[in-house]
């Protein structure tokens, strides 16, 4: 051999290290080199023997003056434990990097959960602490909270019962980056927060779990790729405009009449649209549907024959240091279970194509079957649906067969345009072939409020369903998802004297159809009205908040023909008035130099104002009259002296003049509102007022202060 052997390259191959594989790695790498090594002798055995130079013969070197070493000789060997020392380490990478990956998943980008500001200990503002130049309390009579005197301190932060994550159209939008997978697994759902002049929307969480069901894969987002936010074309909402209250003058224009209101939409509907990012428009917040949202421990009536006694109560606006509120707040009858009547119900549902969303027609179908659960033997189910033509899907039924009629619910698909009109025709002449005596009879239209086909002229529509309602069949309105036509929506229903909702997740779905379901389905009171009547030698100026569209005009308080709201079964119903006392320094208008003050016999320091309100028991035409006197012995001096109840209400009132941008009670912090809402938390069954202080922590950071607050 030839001293030049020892620079065979075998030597410096066994020379490297390779790392030590696992077994399964190394099994993979050795049967790629013996493929490859057999795959090479093929090739040699089939080709041509490389040719050489006459004179030399066949080349056995690259180079030809080295003619002892034959490195051609050794190039398929070379090659190949080349090959196989190259796969090993590259196979142990490989089963390193991927060996602890599940297999078909990428990594979830990163989600942040923007912090809310948390409250700082301070008391609720001395704006609404004491009002020495106000309607004085009696001083013997005041009547005692039923709790005792609380701290107006706002708490730590609390954990919140959160509604489910909504709207799954919404998770189809583009989204501020959000937190890591273990917190969206925990929590139903996540706020997220847009940036300065970013209109971002909320991606996970969507399909079935928006609904009480499994939740949906979020989509997968590739390694190392860049997560980028984008502003998205909402649906169109359509909302009927409406100018805020004003402020009138109690000498010149002393009576406020209006219909009770018992709807919850818009609340509802604007914690959608704060819970995924975006500010409701104002036409969308209706105030006294806000605070009607809520229940409250108003005084329960004693009998059927009296359905409901209002409670008053006159204390501090925490808003402006120089006026005061007056709170009216009545509960509806609870009938004992045996008095319950039976129920003739038909579903009329909207299957057309705009339905076609998890947030619509897959959870009005979870909604309902929740109702179907609700019902006794003596109760009564059909289904009309309609979308592009009419149709029986269910003919009155028994709700003991609830089999049956889920499997109608199960089989109903979203397709074609919507001729509303057609079904709602179909639908009453199921109720009226089912009609209970003495009962329930009711259509509930489920819907997103796009009435598209089928409705050449809606005011024809309404006077069927007014004629309707006159024979007893009530209709009442649920709303899904977005794009919803809330001002048809809320015509049909106050038309046919029922009730409005907005179903924005299967958690709302309960709280309506089981939670309140005696008020959705049962009247026991209905046209009411109330008429407030003020004493301009105690109150100078007042304004209603909230009930723009519901004002009625002074006569029609005493006139049983005019249509007002109905009141449920257990239903409670509040509204406030912001009034300014005599000589507060708080008025806005000025006195008339010309004109003189109202005739009046009552002297300051009686009556504040004569609150009268009118109802109909649900089988008679003719209305009963009550009255009640708001005296000094109603008025507290200090915010923190009243109940758990009229501090919500309050802070729930500030939260709606704060989303309106009103013109009156805006100047309010949003941490003062929250500072205001806890201190009102109270018991808080079901955990709604609880779900309220977050989301007025959202709504501060969606739309910031810009004011200076009110002190």
Do not use: C
Request: negative net charge; charged residues 20%; glycine residues 8%.
């Amino acid at each position: 051999m030839s001293d030049d052997f020892n620079d065979n390259p075998f030597d410096q191959l066994k020379g490297a290290n390779a790392p030590d594989p696992r077994t399964d790695a190394r099994k993979r790498a050795m049967l790629a080199g013996m493929a490859a090594f057999e795959a090479a002798q093929k090739t040699e055995k089939t080709t041509a023997p490389t040719k050489g130079y006459g004179a030399s013969g066949r080349l056995s070197s690259i180079i030809s003056s080295l003619k002892g070493i034959k490195i051609m000789d050794m190039r398929i060997p070379i090659g190949t434990v080349a090959i196989a020392l190259l796969i090993v380490p590259l196979g142990y990478q490989l089963y390193s990097s991927t060996s602890m990956t599940p297999a078909d998943t990428s990594e979830r980008a990163p989600i942040v959960v923007a912090d809310a500001p948390k409250p700082q200990d301070e008391p609720i503002p001395d704006a609404a602490a004491r009002v020495p130049s106000m309607v004085s309390p009696a001083p013997s009579s005041r009547p005692s909270a039923p709790t005792t005197k609380a701290p107006v301190s706002p708490a730590p932060a609390e954990p919140v019962a959160a509604e489910p994550a909504q709207d799954a159209s919404l998770a189809n939008q583009a989204s501020a980056p959000v937190a890591d997978a273990a917190q969206m697994e925990a929590a139903p759902t996540i706020d997220r927060l847009a940036p300065p002049g970013v209109d971002t929307k909320r991606t996970v969480n969507s399909g079935a779990a928006a609904f009480g069901g499994a939740s949906a894969p979020a989509r997968p987002i590739a390694l190392n790729s860049t997560v980028q936010t984008q502003t998205v074309a909402q649906p169109s909402d359509q909302f009927a405009s409406f100018a805020e209250q004003r402020l009138k003058v109690a000498a010149t224009d002393p009576v406020s009449t209006f219909s009770l209101d018992v709807d919850t939409a818009s609340y509802a509907y604007a914690r959608r649209l704060i819970e995924g990012g975006e500010v409701p428009a104002p036409d969308a917040v209706r105030i006294e549907e806000m605070i009607n949202y809520f229940p409250y421990d108003y005084a329960p009536a004693e009998s059927a024959a009296v359905p409901f006694q209002p409670t008053v109560a006159v204390y501090p606006t925490p808003w402006n240091a120089k006026t005061q509120l007056l709170q009216i707040g009545i509960k509806g009858y609870i009938p004992p279970a045996e008095e319950t009547k039976p129920a003739n119900l038909v579903f009329l549902i909207d299957t057309s194509g705009s339905m076609d969303s998890p947030d619509k027609l897959p959870l009005l179908q979870r909604a309902f079957g929740l109702l179907v659960d609700q019902l006794g033997a003596d109760d009564t189910v059909s289904i009309v649906a309609y979308a592009g033509s009419a149709g029986v899907v269910l003919e009155p039924t028994k709700a003991t067969e609830k089999a049956k009629i889920l499997s109608a619910l199960g089989e109903l698909k979203p397709y074609g345009t919507t001729a509303g009109s057609e079904g709602i025709t179909l639908a009453y002449r199921l109720a009226e072939q089912a009609r209970v005596a003495g009962g329930a009879n009711r259509v509930i239209l489920a819907t997103d409020g796009d009435f598209n086909v089928g409705i050449d002229d809606p005011k024809a529509l309404e006077t069927f369903i007014k004629a309707k309602r006159e024979s007893g069949i009530t209709l009442s309105v649920l709303g899904f998802g977005r794009g919803i036509n809330d001002s048809t929506m809320q015509a049909l229903a106050q038309t046919g004297n029922g009730n409005a909702s907005y179903i924005s997740s299967f958690r709302e779905a309960q709280k309506v159809l089981v939670d309140q379901v005696g008020g959705t389905l049962h009247t026991i009171a209905k046209d009411v009205k109330v008429q407030v009547e003020f004493n301009p030698a105690v109150i100078s100026e007042y304004r209603l908040i909230g009930y723009e569209t519901r004002v009625l005009n002074r006569e029609d308080f005493n006139n049983d023909k005019v249509d007002a709201g109905d009141v449920g079964a257990g239903t409670t119903v509040t509204a406030l008035y912001e009034i300014t006392p005599v000589g507060s320094g708080a008025e806005l208008v000025d006195p008339l130099r010309y004109g003189g003050e109202a005739a009046t016999d009552t002297k300051p320091g009686d009556e504040i104002a004569f609150l009268k309100m009118r109802y109909k028991q649900p089988d008679s035409d003719v209305s009963q009259l009550i009255e009640k006197a708001v005296t000094p012995a109603v008025v507290y001096g200090d915010i923190a002296d009243v109940t758990d109840d009229m501090r919500f209400a309050a802070a729930v009132a500030a939260f709606g003049q704060k989303l309106r941008d009103s013109d009156y009670g805006g100047t309010m912090s949003w941490e003062q509102i929250e500072a205001l809402a806890r201190s009102g938390k109270g018991a808080d069954e079901g955990g709604y007022r609880a779900e309220f202080i977050s989301l007025v922590r959202t709504a501060s950071l969606l739309k910031p202060d810009t004011a200076t607050p009110a002190n």
